[in-house]
């Protein structure tokens, strides 16, 4: 019985949104709205941020009930208004092996999370600092405006947080460092200027929620005594920096930002700088040097931006991810987040994984939760039930961990002995049909382009990598390759200026440690033993399994496929770009990679 207090939660974050989820809405309010049962009447539709699975969205969940809806369109709008007082609509719901399952918690995906920076996100709505406060917001800067700034930083300090944009500095012995220098002004800055490939943890967390960024940077600038703060927001995340510009506004409005903070005599201004999208200036120093409008360069180390940082002053820079889990800290105690976590990781991650993994989207574990917990038990598993071959975590610089160690746990340091790194959060799933050359090739080929180019190590030392690599898998690798490869990443790590250089030769290395036999089969056999290399690499179909179906003619973008329905398709050879579009599309595997001919 609808009792006046029901919400439809509407998914709205980007990859929702691309899935058309702000038509689903529309279409909900209109249905609503011809029962009379919208606005104040009953019910309402509530547009929140990212509610985690992308891959299965738009994602509608009811409230206070708890039915959770999956890949909804506009037109299931009536079907989904009749089951608030009726029988579920079965073809949305949550189903495993011929079960369906009602509610968030039913879902494996959901079920083995723990969200801390993503407790809010997917629930309320983003632009509402109503719905924010009435989830406990703002109650940590309560807390904090009772407190000396040594106090607060002591909580944090006992929280064991550590930033989690992928370096893992302690932030409380950033912000202690920061206070103790007696000189203003000093600014916090936030780093929202994620530029990892297939990442999109912060972005979603300030869409989500980004009234938990702000309260996190107040408490900081109350910890360092700063009266100013940036936040470094790249160009391209248009909806998460809209989102915040409303929530500093409504901030303001509320006196919750300004020249007085909640009554008190603290003082906070805060304003948004957009990024131009340069992967660099991710980095603290390059983005200090691109908010100050110069050209975004970092610089060496010895002078530290807790000193000299913005305009030459005493600055705290934190990602969005580390801003968010303050206020949680502040209003629960240090002492409860520690617990949560490993002993030198303390407090949760949250992850984009992406690629061949049969449920992608935003997950929020503990530090410390392994590989195969995160793979396959929230994941489901690799698509197509393939065989699991790497995942690359860490972004661009991450390195590529293989099957044999998906038990290890992932926080600050375990990946870190394995060549590989935590990074920011991204995780890319690869199975058998992906090249781990192509792979180096093309994160160094990004990163070649993203390299500001001021130090000789990291901008020749990727030049030569990426044309080494290029030639590998061209048919063009010879003897010794390999070896010069490993002789330059380890001059890189050593010698480059910042952290993009040094972390930049990781795809190449724990390619080679773990997958050298393929690097030797391009090399010795010219061939690619997955099947992607173009150069090197052929298509056949196998007559005895196809069964004439047309997909793999239909996807080839070359027609170099022919053949009548339900009988054995012809590739070829002549015509064939070796895309492997048509592998991609047959549901039978009966798309046979040769090696091409000399």
């Known amino acids: 019985m609808i009792n006046g207090t029901e919400k439809i939660l509407v998914c709205c974050g980007t990859g929702c949104i691309a899935n058309g989820a702000l038509d689903v809405a529309a279409a909900l309010e209109a249905e609503l709205a011809a029962r009379n049962l919208s606005g104040d009447i009953a019910i309402d539709v509530v547009r929140t941020g990212c509610s985690g699975e992308c891959e299965q969205g738009p994602v509608v969940r009811f409230m206070p009930r708890d039915l959770m809806y999956y890949r909804v369109s506009a037109k299931d709008a009536a ?10 609509v079965k073809k949305l719901l949550f189903r495993k092996d011929g079960e369906f399952f009602e509610h968030m918690d039913d879902n494996p995906y959901y079920a083995l999370q723990h969200k801390v920076v993503l407790k809010d996100v997917g629930i309320i709505d983003p632009l509402s600092i109503d719905d924010y406060i ?29 930033g989690k944009g992928g370096a893992g500095f302690p932030t ?40 938990a960024v702000i309260e996190g940077m107040i408490i900081g ?27 500093i506004d409504d901030a303001y409005a509320a006196g919750i930002l300004g020249e007085s903070i909640l009554g008190t005599d603290h003082k906070l201004d805060l304003s948004i700088v957009r990024g131009g999208g340069a992967f660099v200036c991710g980095e603290s120093t390059a983005l200090m ?51 949560l976590g490993t002993e030198k990781s303390k407090g949760t991650k949250v ?34 039930d393939r065989p699991f071959k790497a995942i690359q975590t860490g972004g661009p610089s991450g390195g590529c961990i293989p099957e044999s160690l998906l038990d290890l746990p992932v926080d600050f340091d375990t990946l870190v002995e394995y060549g590989a790194m935590m990074g920011s959060g991204g995780m890319i799933v690869m199975d058998d049909r992906s090249c781990m050359v192509e792979v180096a090739r093309y994160y160094v080929d990004f990163l070649c382009e993203e390299s500001c180019g001021k130090c000789t190590p990291c901008r020749e030392g990727l030049r030569q990598m ?23 990443g380890h001059m890189m790590q050593d010698a480059s200026l910042c952290a993009l250089g040094r972390t930049a030769p990781n795809p190449v290395l724990t390619t080679i440690k773990f997958f050298r036999n393929e690097y030797e089969a391009h090399i010795n056999e010219k061939s690619c ?27 080839c973008p070359a027609d170099a496929i022919s053949g009548e329905r339900k009988e054995a398709h012809v590739i070829d050879p002549t015509k064939c770009i070796a895309c492997g579009s048509c592998r991609e599309a047959c549901n039978v595997d009966a798309v046979l990679t040769e090696r091409r001919p000399s």
């Open 221 to 247: 600038a109350l910890a360092i005594q700063a009266e100013e703060g940036i936040l470094y927001i790249r160009d391209e995340y248009a909806l998460a920096r809209d989102h915040i510009q409303h929530a």
């Open 289 to 339: 040097q691109s908010i100050e409008g110069k050209v975004g360069e970092p610089r060496a180390k010895y002078v530290r931006s807790v000193q000299r940082g913005l305009f030459d002053h005493p600055t705290v820079l934190n990602n969005v991810e580390s801003l968010a889990s303050i206020p949680i800290i502040l209003r629960e105690g240090g002492e409860k987040y520690a617990e």
């Open 134 to 162: 009435a989830r406990g917001g703002y109650e940590g800067l309560k807390r904090a405006l009772t407190m000396t700034p040594d106090e607060i930083i002591s909580e944090v300090e006992k929280s064991g947080l550590r």
């Open 172 to 211: 409380g012995t950033k912000w202690r460092s920061a206070a103790s220098y007696d000189e203003w002004p000093k600014y916090i800055v936030c780093n929202g200027d994620e530029g990892d490939p297939g990442a999109f943890m912060d972005g979603s967390t300030m869409e989500g929620c980004p009234h």
């Open 466 to 488: 990426r044309k080494i690599l290029t030639d590998i898998c061209e048919g063009r690798g010879k003897d010794g390759d390999i070896e010069l490869l490993e002789r330059i």
């Open 351 to 384: 992850f984009a994984m992406v690629g061949k993994v049969k449920h992608t989207g935003l997950v929020e574990v503990p530090m410390g939760t392994t590989l195969r917990t995160l793979i396959y038990d929230i994941g489901g598993g690799i698509i197509g």
């Open 79 to 88: 079907a989904v208004v009749d089951s608030l007082e009726g029988e579920p």
């Open 529 to 555: 033993p997955a099947g992607v290399c173009a150069k090197l690499t052929q298509f056949a179909i196998d007559p005895d399994k196809c069964i004439g179906c047309g997909l793999c003619q239909r996807a």
